[in-house]
């Protein structure tokens, strides 16, 4: 959170039991000032839900002040508490507690233009999953007299909007420094793909309930939660990933947290587009 995200945001967030099932949207208003000593306030306005689930009972306004400490985030309460990190320009990943809710969370943004950003996370209750989000939050433009709430629309398998899509992958060291950016392509092949720029390849096969994942060198699980495709494979040598996809229209957005023995290794920020 730069001055980038400075400013009000209207966010929808799609709300998703462990399974998978969908539960409803929640509607956010968000804001975000700058405070004389640096540090960020942030505002949350959480609007009436029409569905059943403890999420919905979300409602009403919440505060905490955002410390920023070189790439660390310092979320210092009162109403959410807890740290996150940036991985390059426009992405963060965090974790912490909101008390007075009663729910500890994980999250990530990927801001993917100037008034536009993937975000989304995970709600728990101790370490039992109550949620899991993907949403949208788009700026509230002053020139624009009525309102309307970003929407996740269209198919959720990527292969329904194209064969093949091409972009970058932007990898970072554990530090969160820059390693390279590169040319990236993924062509879809019934429930699978295969990423050129990894000479590798994903298939995806239905047992009853999570997706089992396979690749050359790694084998896992992976569920589906509306248009986020989220998995956690292992491979040899004590290799772990952590890897989640988010299908934003006509945009791509993949998120991967490489570990070894536990210890993070590298991240990797994908952003494709149809070719």
């Known amino acids: 959170m730069t001055s980038a995200f400075l400013g009000a945001w209207l966010v929808s967030e799609y709300v998703y039991d462990p399974d998978g099932a969908f539960a409803g949207v929640v509607r956010q208003r968000r804001a975000l000032t700058r405070l004389e000593n640096g540090d960020l306030r942030v505002w ?17 306004e919440y505060v905490f002040d955002l410390r920023i400490e070189g790439r660390a985030r310092r979320y210092l309460g009162p109403d959410v508490v807890g740290s996150g990190l940036t991985w390059g320009e426009g992405v963060l990943t965090g974790r912490g507690l909101w008390p007075h809710f009663g729910h500890n969370f994980t999250s990530f943004s990927v801001q993917t233009s100037a008034e536009r950003q993937v975000t989304g996370g995970k709600f728990f209750s101790a370490g039992a999953m109550v949620a ?143 070719a």
Not at 44 to 60: I, M, W, Y
Not at 154 to 166: D, F, H, K, N, Q
């Open 132 to 274: 899991n989000i993907v949403g949208l939050a788009e700026l509230k433009r002053e020139d624009v007299k009525s309102e309307a709430w970003p929407e996740l629309k269209g198919p959720l398998w990527p292969g329904e909007v194209s064969a093949v899509w091409r972009g970058t992958v932007r990898t970072l060291s554990a530090e969160g420094t820059v390693i390279a950016e590169r040319v990236a392509e993924r062509r879809y092949s019934g429930s699978g793909w295969a990423d050129a720029h990894d000479a590798d390849s994903v298939r995806l096969q239905e047992n009853g309930g999570p997706f089992l994942s396979f690749s050359k060198n790694m084998q896992g699980l992976a569920r589906r939660y509306g248009w986020m495709l989220e998995g956690e494979m292992f491979g040899a040598g004590g290799v772990r990933l952590e890897w989640m996809d988010v299908l934003d229209g006509a945009e791509l957005i993949g998120l991967r947290r490489w570990q070894r023995d536990e210890a993070m290794t590298r991240v990797e920020v994908l952003r494709l587009t149809p």
């Open 44 to 60: 949350q306005s959480c609007e009436p839900c029409d569905f059943e689930h403890p999420l919905a009972r979300r409602v009403g």
